[in-house]
């Protein structure tokens, strides 16, 4: 070891300044001396340089023995040179990275097509086939549809809500109705709308009074919204071409509903009304509108007498309309009762409430346009 490896000379009092500058004897006297020498320089670890210096890593501490311990206090936070990660118990481990979604594939239905699909083609038959060969079967088939949405709809207002809409004067009522229309025509279907809410009242007495008057203006909302709109239904029938005249009124409505779920499911993509109903779109109210004016044209012009094509046009218009407002109405209903369908009656469709959401609206409008472009019949 040289005097070069420790930076500054020795300062008096370490070693002594003559140690460094008397030559040492020959022989020896001069290797003890060196010897001594080299045993004293460890005990004096702050030769020359300060603490910024040393903290710098100076050489005048250059020896194998310093280089040794400044390995060994390596700062941990270097472990490059051992090859291993850097995982220290007080640093947090890495997040786990979030899971990637799923790829966008083909738009789904949201139902099951093929039982929707062949639950509509029976229905369909049975409408065709009932209306065509005796009209009093088909006012039965009106019959059975209120009937069955009147216990759906008092079933789940007392399920979801507590309200207790009496069922029997209900569906009573709501039955006399129809045939009230079909065979005294409006002024009929008015008597039996009142006598229906009568009905309510009066039924409703026989239990305590807590909630009645929450129980009876339900059980009036129901008798209006199911049998008595469907009454119009019975006075087309009534006309001498009431047959064609009800074909017209389902075609246009099922149409409406088709074109207006097919565009929306393929182009939609602004919502029509979010809060209420998600899933339906502007662009589905256009092929709503489109598809039921063409086929009011049609209808009007080969199955209804003296019809124009230009009346078809409007008829389809307030169809599209109408039967997107029904929808809405009822998507609004069960949304405030929380639930998903009316029913499960009908696979793929829900209930029988959910399949008459936009005929029943759309029954007084065709009535009311049919009579002011061809008369009663």
Same mark, same amino acid.
């Given at each position: 070891?040289?005097?070069?490896?420790?930076?500054? $000379?020795?300062?008096?009092?370490?070693?002594?300044?003559?140690?460094?500058?008397? $030559? !040492?004897?020959?022989?020896?006297?001069? *290797?003890?001396?060196?010897?001594?020498?080299?045993?004293?320089?460890?005990?004096? $670890?702050?030769?020359? /340089?300060?603490?910024?210096?040393?903290?710098?890593?100076?050489?005048?501490?250059? =020896?194998?023995?310093?280089?040794?311990?400044?390995?060994? !206090?390596? #700062? *941990?936070?270097?472990?490059?040179?051992? /090859? *291993?990660?850097?995982?220290?118990?007080?640093?947090?481990?890495?997040?786990?990275?979030?899971?990637?979604?799923?790829?966008?594939?083909?738009?789904?239905?949201?139902? #099951?097509?093929?039982?929707?699909?062949?639950?509509?083609?029976?229905?369909?038959?049975?409408?065709?086939?009932?209306?065509?060969?005796?009209?009093?079967?088909?006012?039965?088939?009106?019959?059975?549809?209120?009937?069955?949405?009147? &216990?759906?709809?008092?079933?789940?207002?007392?399920?979801?809500? =507590?309200?207790?809409?009496?069922?029997?004067?209900?569906?009573?009522?709501?039955?006399?109705?129809?045939?009230?229309?079909?065979?005294?025509?409006?002024?009929?279907? &008015?008597?039996?709308?009142?006598?229906?809410?009568?009905?309510?009242?009066?039924?409703?007495?026989?239990?305590?009074? @807590?909630?009645?008057?929450? #129980?009876?203006?339900?059980?009036?909302?129901?008798?209006?919204?199911?049998?008595?709109?469907?009454?119009?239904?019975?006075?087309?029938?009534?006309? #001498?071409?009431?047959?064609?005249?009800?074909?017209?009124?389902?075609?246009?409505?099922?149409?409406?509903?088709?074109?207006?779920?097919?565009?929306? &499911?393929?182009?939609?993509?602004?919502?029509?009304?979010?809060?209420?109903?998600?899933?339906?779109?502007?662009?589905?109210?256009?092929?709503?509108?489109?598809?039921?004016?063409?086929?009011?044209?049609?209808?009007?012009?080969?199955?209804? @007498?003296?019809?124009?094509?230009?009346?078809?046009?409007?008829?389809?218009?307030?169809?599209?309309?109408?039967?997107?407002? /029904?929808?809405?109405? *009822?998507?609004?209903?069960?949304?405030?009762?929380?639930?998903?369908?009316?029913?499960?009656?009908? $696979?793929?469709? =829900?209930?029988?409430?959910?399949?008459?959401?936009s005929l029943l609206p759309t029954a007084p409008v065709?009535?009311?346009?049919?009579?002011?472009?061809?008369?009663?019949?």
């Amino acid at each position: 070891m040289n005097d070069a490896s420790w930076g500054t $000379p020795p300062r008096a009092g370490q070693w002594g300044s003559a140690d460094l500058h008397t $030559p !040492f004897p020959a022989g020896p006297v001069r *290797e003890a001396a060196g010897a001594a020498q080299t045993r004293a320089m460890p005990i004096v $670890p702050d030769a020359g /340089g300060d603490q910024e210096d040393r903290d710098q890593g100076a050489t005048h501490l250059g =020896g194998p023995l310093f280089r040794d311990e400044r390995d060994d !206090f390596r #700062d *941990e936070r270097d472990d490059s040179h051992r /090859g *291993e990660p850097d995982i220290r118990p007080h640093e947090p481990a890495a997040p786990a990275p979030a899971p990637q979604a799923p790829k966008a594939g083909k738009k789904s239905a949201g139902r #099951d097509l093929r039982a929707a699909i062949g639950v509509g083609l029976g229905l369909g038959a049975v409408i065709v086939a009932s209306l065509f060969v005796y009209k009093p079967v088909f006012l039965g088939v009106i019959v059975v549809a209120v009937v069955v949405g009147l &216990w759906e709809l008092t079933s789940r207002l007392a399920e979801r809500k =507590g309200i207790k809409a009496p069922l029997v004067p209900l569906a009573i009522g709501g039955a006399a109705m129809v045939v009230a229309g079909y065979v005294d025509g409006a002024e009929g279907a &008015w008597v039996a709308m009142a006598l229906t809410a009568l009905a309510v009242l009066v039924w409703r007495m026989t239990e305590p009074p @807590d909630d009645y008057l929450k #129980d009876v203006t339900a059980g009036i909302f129901t008798a209006f919204y199911v049998p008595f709109l469907a009454t119009f239904v019975a006075l087309m029938l009534a006309a #001498d071409d009431g047959a064609w005249r009800v074909l017209t009124f389902l075609i246009l409505t099922v149409v409406s509903d088709t074109g207006a779920y097919a565009v929306g &499911w393929r182009f939609g993509k602004r919502k029509l009304a979010p809060r209420i109903s998600p899933g339906k779109t502007r662009e589905g109210l256009i092929g709503a509108v489109l598809f039921a004016m063409a086929a009011g044209a049609l209808c009007m012009r080969f199955l209804i @007498d003296d019809g124009v094509w230009w009346q078809g046009l409007l008829l389809g218009l307030a169809v599209a309309v109408s039967a997107t407002l /029904g929808d809405l109405g *009822e998507s609004m209903i069960k949304r405030d009762l929380g639930i998903k369908d009316m029913g499960r009656l009908l $696979p793929g469709h =829900g209930g029988i409430m959910d399949r008459l959401d936009s005929l029943l609206p759309t029954a007084p409008v065709v009535w009311l346009l049919l009579v002011a472009f061809v008369g009663a019949g």
